[in-house]
């Protein structure tokens, strides 16, 4: 229903021209990076300060108003679409670094900085911030869907370099979590609790992250192999034979033909492993070496070395470009965008499955991952208004999460759940639903915060 008309003119004393009803601004905000869709939210608003998202918080409580939290719109399981109507609260304006501490190797952040500008800001300092997801999110959203990215498998995803977040809760009340401390036992990990939670519990407002010292020496390199199945079995004996991976991804034939006609890139049309190393000189060129022999033993060829600071940023431009490029395959077409995480030893037959799948439905979906981690993903091209294709897709994706579920696997391993796989938490979670309503209940007893995400009804 729309906003109360007292809920909307409190809202408009308090932010004056930082609260919108205009179409265009709703407008923008109804958007999805994928096949998502949801009508307009019924206002927009662009807070300052917690205090400011407090006050706020506390009238859409008090006039039963949903309210969804809004960073750079990238994620790509329609997270921030405003499912019910209400208010999208853009954070994108609080985007401040509050505190650098290098000898803690910490930073304090506002959540609309984007992860891209806390890096800039950290150039000087010989720190950098390690969770790389791709596009340039917003860390509040980084660390409200729990993202991770092309250096996961070295340092970690956001739950592992969030200590401490500031926290709105849906009636107004400002909580901290966690602390500047290396690790503390005391009490629940309230952190761990908001970091993944999808807006539903709260609004993050403050971050203290983890940093991390940047390596003397970067090495990295694409490699072509003669089939998939050689690609995935090359990461599998990689990871289990201890060489530290600061990146290892995996593009197939269809993605390396997508970089070629999108980057100007000259991949030869089969699978790739693009991966990068970290370290003292002597130690990188070790791991170089080491992965080198296991690349070769499964076929590995044509190693093309990044040698400069320019052709690292180059390479890794093309992958983190992926999404962008795959679209371009098929001029027109909106994608279902999937990814599961598995065991490292069921990555290969879990990747093999998925691409049979997509070929026997007669489908376009290159696939992609972070492969390092069990962690892989198909971008499944469909027309918009195409209700066959999309059905198609949705098949697919749904047997890509029943078998990562049916060998100790995850729905999602860094998407998150949003409206796209809020369908498939019961088989994930089972009686462990019951506890999390419980605790959505005692957070947001009206049901306000992020409604329709995250956990079924």
Known sequence: MPIPAAASDALARLLGSRFSQAQADRDLHAQSETAHAAPPPDAVAW??????VSAILALCHEHRVPVIGWGTGTSLEGHALATQ???????????????????????????GLTREALNQDLRATGLFFSVDPGANASLGGMAATRASGTTAVRYGTMRDNVL????????GRVIRTGTRAAKSSAGYDLTGLFV????????????????????????AAVCAFPTLDAAVECVTMTIQSGIPMARIEFVDADAARAFNAFSGAALHEQP???????????????????????????????????????????????????????LALRPGATAVVTDVCVPMSH????????????RAEGLLGPMVGHVGDGNFHSQILVMPGDAAELGAAKRVALRMAERA???????????????????????????????MRAIKQALDPHGIMNPGKLIPD
């Open 196 to 219: 993944g939670s999808e807006g539903t519990l709260g609004i993050i407002t403050e971050l203290t992250l983890r940093l991390h010292g940047q390596p003397e020496e970067v090495a």
């Open 47 to 52: 807070p300052l300060s917690t205090d400011e």
């Open 85 to 111: 109507g209400g208010l999208v609260l853009d954070l994108m304006r609080m985007d401040r670094v509050l505190d650098i501490r290098p000898g803690d190797l910490q930073a304090d952040v506002q959540p």
């Open 164 to 171: 401490a977040l500031q926290v709105v809760l849906a009636d």
């Open 347 to 358: 990555l290969p037959e879990a990747v093999a499955a998925a691409a049979a799948d997509i």
């Open 272 to 326: 790739h492993l693009m991966v990068e190393f970290h370290g003292s000189p002597a130690s990188v060129a070790e791991d170089a070496r080491r992965f080198g022999e296991l690349a070769a033993e499964c076929g590995g060829q044509g190693f093309d070395w990044a040698t400069t600071p320019e052709q690292r940023a180059q390479l890794w431009r093309m992958r983190h470009g992926a999404y962008r490029a795959c």
């Open 405 to 435: 579920l049916a060998v100790g696997g995850t729905i999602s391993g860094e998407h998150g759940i949003g409206i796209g796989k809020r369908p498939l938490m019961a088989a994930q979670h089972g009686e462990a639903l019951g506890p």
